[in-house]
């Protein structure tokens, strides 16, 4: 168990908090921490399943319903001060007040939030009554009444030594006899971010795989991380085919990129020398432009993970899960460090903050301050294709280490694009024309890439021979550009551009208004 969850918790137990709340669903693991801080004696359990339990041997007998289990330490008198806990289990659906089909509020919930009430005031008021509340779940919602007088323990992913001591105990257990000792660093990364109970699973999956535990089983267990952390609802761990090469223009960009990986993957050196750990960039673009492309080639640039992060996940309906959310998937990064964070389309959640919307203020000011303060080698990369209504505070040093703007290609990018599709569709060897990179001005990456696509479709339905420039120009003559058809939107982001002096992507050098 992580030391520093072991000191808060018993911090919260030394200044009398009424009800302290463990969110997590590896409830065995939960039931050492406690033992470990208030030790098996005076603790209560309750559960939907077996009512009373025995915490220690988790035996139990006649069924008590939870109303009836509280009303004892609601009422007692004790005749001396004794410390105890009550832990209650997977109790979320009796303590959140919901009205029923009929209007009316559930009275045995009711009678339950009211007992919780009583419960932690006369801790705080009564001196010699010491009753501690121990609420376990793996969603905790608490009403008002009850949540001012609870205190949260975030349990923390396991450290780079506990994760060695478990795969140190999995392969003492299952007795591996050829263990290379090596192996455990390459395993390592791909453990990050999970918790001891999905870490015993990946190594029992690996065992079970090939009969033992080796490097090669890195491939397996990140294919599982990957859906694990899809079901988080949270984030997404995205496959980094993509590398700088598949990215036509952005040279300056790109450069800043391979200073950065300098950095990035020899952090320790770095940081040693006085270096500052890599925030990361903000890429605000033409749509179409490459920024996505640009943050998948980032993560295969520094071998590191790719984790997205869509801001309209993190909206919950309950009061307080919307910045509890954001505060779990920064907390599944940090885990998963060093790696790349990208957030896509951030202009979506972050626009016109500061208006009636509450909950998106206190969201962002949390990003905000973990973007300040932070130190993991997670690496930021936040994408928008409108600056426009971000508030400035977004913007300005210390929050990201650069912002750059991605412009409409130019005539050299316009080719660059061209060279790097044909060359996917094998066709590297086709010499591009002046007219074909003139006439496809104001196109975007994708607009490029669907000429290509569809002059590679002609070809094969009229069975012509092979592609040739004639094709390309006139599926190009044919084609509206993003230019066109949103003209207002492009000439209007090119003004915002100029105006907020960001860095250019292509020549690297400041945006100015004319």
């Known amino acids: 168990m992580n030391n520093k969850v072991i000191n808060d918790f018993r911090k919260m137990i030394d200044v009398n908090t009424p009800i302290i709340c463990i969110q997590d669903y590896d409830f065995a693991r939960i039931d050492e921490l406690i033992e470990i801080v208030v030790g098996p004696k005076n603790v209560y359990e309750w559960n939907p399943a077996t009512g009373r339990t025995d915490f220690k041997n988790k035996g139990s007998k006649e069924y008590e319903p939870l109303d009836a289990f509280l009303d004892f330490y609601v009422t007692?008198?004790?005749?001396?001060?004794?410390?105890?806990?009550?832990?209650?289990?997977?109790?979320?659906?009796?303590?959140?007040?919901?009205?029923?089909?009929?209007g009316y509020l559930d009275p045995m919930k009711t009678k339950i939030k009211s007992q919780l009430q009583l419960i932690a005031q006369r801790k705080l008021y009564d001196r010699s009554y010491s009753t501690t509340v121990i609420i376990v779940s793996s969603y905790i919602h608490l009403p008002q009444e009850l949540d001012k007088y609870a205190s949260y323990l975030d349990i923390s992913f396991p450290t780079d030594d506990e994760i060695k001591q478990l795969i140190d105990l999995h392969v003492k257990v299952n007795e591996y006899k050829n263990y290379n000792g090596s192996d455990t660093e390459k395993l390592l990364p791909s453990l990050k971010g999970l918790t001891c109970f999905e870490i015993d699973r990946m190594l029992d999956m690996a065992m079970s795989s090939n009969g033992t535990l080796t490097a090669e089983d890195q491939r397996m267990i990140l294919q599982h991380k990957k859906q694990m952390v899809k079901k988080s609802g949270l984030l997404e761990l995205v496959d980094t085919p993509a590398s700088?090469?598949?990215?036509?223009?952005?040279?300056?960009?790109?450069?800043?990129?391979?200073?950065?990986?300098?950095?990035?993957?020899?952090?320790?050196?770095?940081?040693?020398?006085?270096?500052?750990?890599?925030?990361?960039?903000?890429?605000v673009g033409m749509p179409g432009c490459g920024k996505s492309l640009c943050a998948k080639a980032s993560a295969a640039l520094f071998n590191t993970p790719l984790l997205k992060m869509d801001m309209g996940s993190m909206m919950g309906k309950y009061v307080g899960e919307s910045e509890g959310n954001l505060r779990r998937a920064i907390q599944i990064a940090e885990a998963a460090a060093p790696c790349v964070l990208w957030i896509d389309e951030i202009e979506k959640a972050f626009s016109g903050v500061g208006g009636n919307n509450d909950i998106m203020t206190r969201m962002f000011g949390y990003f905000l301050s973990w973007m300040q303060d932070k130190t993991s080698s997670v690496y930021v990369i936040a994408t928008a294709n409108n600056a426009d209504n971000l508030p400035p505070e977004l913007k300005r040093k210390g929050r990201f280490d650069e912002?750059?703007?991605?412009?409409?290609?130019?005539?050299?990018?316009?080719?660059?694009?061209?060279?790097?599709?044909?060359?996917?569709?094998?066709?590297?060897?086709?010499?591009?024309s002046d007219k074909l990179i003139k006439d496809t001005d104001g196109f975007n990456g994708a607009d490029i890439e669907a000429v290509v696509n569809e002059a590679m479709e002609e070809v094969f339905i009229d069975e012509k021979k092979d592609l040739n420039i004639d094709v390309l120009e006139t599926i190009a003559s044919q084609t509206i550009s993003i230019s066109k058809s949103c003209k207002k939107q492009i000439d209007s982001m090119k003004k915002v551009f100029e105006e907020s002096s960001f860095k250019d992507a292509t020549s690297g050098q400041i945006t100015k208004s004319k």
Do not use: W
Not at 254 to 266: A, G, H, P
Not at 423 to 430: E, I
């Open 244 to 283: 700088l090469g598949s990215i036509g223009g952005m040279d300056a960009l790109k450069s800043y990129l391979q200073r950065k990986e300098k950095v990035i993957k020899n952090l320790g050196e770095a940081m040693s020398k006085g270096v500052a750990v890599p925030k990361g960039i903000f890429i």
């Open 403 to 432: 912002i750059f703007c991605v412009n409409l290609p130019n005539a050299e990018e316009r080719k660059a694009i061209f060279e790097v599709h044909l060359k996917k569709k094998k066709k590297g060897n086709l010499k591009l």
């Open 76 to 102: 007692e008198e004790p005749f001396k001060p004794i410390d105890k806990y009550l832990v209650l289990k997977d109790v979320q659906d009796y303590v959140n007040e919901q009205t029923s089909e009929t």
